[in-house]
């Protein structure tokens, strides 16, 4: 698996081109200053903020909840490749083109959903209206509350104010028609 790097002009970022598991995990383990072979949230913080990303702290701390298995607050090396797997999600669909809004290339329903757990805070397995908004956001669109209020009221099928499980393919076909995201089967 090979992690791409947006490099843009503009945000003149520090890491282009791609990268591979192996070589993710020696870039990563420049940042474990206290050599404990684990990632703290500050770690994880700085590594994110040497290639110029913005709101690295925010970043680092939904890092941490998704990839730390076991819950200590560090990412332990067998907790990397989860880690690798958020990052390359990130990367992937906040790459987003200013024209309709779409995220960088296709993506398969299995793939929107692994992209939508990353906005489940509570980690209930549900995605609540306001986790929603923060997912339409963080590509960009406009009018995002708004517009997660219809995508609620589009997938929820049973009325309880989340999607679930059953209810994500729903909330696939509203994101695919509403809001540019290019899913395919």
Do not use: P
Not at 29 to 35: A, E, L, Q, Y
Not at 80 to 88: C, E, F, G, N, P
Not at 93 to 117: C, H, I, P
Not at 142 to 169: N, P, Q
Request: a negative charge; proline letters at 0%.
């Amino acid at each position: 698996m090979a992690i791409k790097h947006y490099a843009t002009a503009a945000r003149n970022r520090s890491v282009e081109g791609d990268m591979t598991v192996e070589e993710f995990k020696e870039w990563l383990k420049r940042f474990d200053v206290d050599n404990d072979g684990r990632i703290s949230r500050e770690e994880l913080r700085r590594a994110i903020s040497s290639i110029k990303i913005r709101f690295s702290g925010w970043k680092s701390g939904r890092g941490i909840r998704y990839a730390d298995a076991d819950g200590d607050g560090y990412i332990d090396a067998d907790e990397v490749d989860k880690l690798l797997r958020a990052a390359s999600m990130a990367i992937k669909y906040y790459a987003t083109t200013a024209k309709n809004r779409s995220v960088e290339g296709d993506m398969t329903v299995e793939e929107f959903k692994e992209w939508l757990r990353l906005f489940d805070v509570d980690n209930d397995g549900r995605i609540s209206r306001e986790e929603l908004r923060r997912a339409i956001s963080s590509i960009n669109v406009r009018f995002s509350g708004w517009k997660s209020g219809r995508g609620i009221r589009y997938a929820d099928g049973d009325g309880d104010g989340y999607i679930d499980a059953d209810e994500v393919d729903k909330l696939a076909e509203f994101a695919r028609t509403s809001l540019g995201i290019r899913i395919v089967s």
